[in-house]
């Protein structure tokens, strides 16, 4: 199973937006590393749900995937850019600022952390993942068991 960070800007779509509606497609990401990493995401795989332009930028809950990439339908350009749908599965119990992320040891190559990243998907290791899962408060180890929100 993979692992993923996936960012929004809350005023455009929030973590409590994808609580309260259950499931949501993952559209408009327009760079093609972004779709790439996209495309090798599997139905269940974990991501990291990031709120950038935020008042702080911070990693605030997890999501899974519910299905694979298949066209985005937002696109303009048949078959260029995809989307995948995603579902939460836990809220973080404290969100972990970007500041915080920055001065945890085992994100020290992770390309959210670098200045200038301004990709929308990432993919995370599974170190990576469980730092920031455990710096929100939830047990990394106990998110395969807990059942989506949905």
Sequence with gaps: MQRWLLKSEPDVFSYDDLVRVGAEPWTGVRN??????MRAMKQGDLCVFYQSNAKPNAAVGVCSVLREAYEDPTSTEPGRWSAVDVAP???FVSLVSL???RDLPELLACPLIRRGNR???LPLTNTEF?????AGGLDPHALDSVPMLH
């Design 130 to 134: 469980e730092a920031i899962v455990a």
């Design 89 to 91: 599965v836990s809220k």
């Design 99 to 101: 500041e915080r992320l």
């Design 119 to 121: 990709l929308s998907v």
């Design 32 to 37: 093609y590393q972004a779709r790439n990493f």
